[in-house]
């Protein structure tokens, strides 16, 4: 399961971005647990300068604006682990990551 932050003092843009989060949450089906977090010190802790803040899974995704529910569901997607230049066939010598 997903665990999301929304780092914010509550301004609107703050509540704009939590809506979308759980908009997108709830129309692509995905298991997350949502949390607003308004606390100034655990914000910093983030180091977050501007709010609102989406925080996946203890990675701050996007700070100071309120992204498109189509770059949300891009954060909120399981991120690939591996090698960058799939299907490069190093004759090089070099490698690419």
């Known amino acids: 399961m997903l665990q999301v932050k929304i780092l914010g003092t509550g301004c609107a843009k703050c ?8 908009a997108v949450i709830a129309a692509d089906g995905i ?13 910093i802790s983030y180091n977050v300068l501007s709010t609102p803040a989406l925080v996946v899974d203890g990675a701050v995704r996007s700070a100071g604006r309120v992204p498109s529910a189509e770059e949300i569901r891009s ?17 090089s010598g070099s490698s690419c990551c």
Do not use: F
Request: hydrophobic share 35%; with cysteine; glycine share 10%.
């Open 15 to 22: 509540g704009q971005l939590a809506d979308t989060v759980r």
């Open 31 to 43: 298991a997350a647990e949502v949390e607003k977090v308004q606390d100034m010190q655990e914000i």
């Open 75 to 91: 954060m909120l997607a399981p991120r690939t682990r591996g090698c960058c230049c799939k299907g490069s066939s190093g004759a």
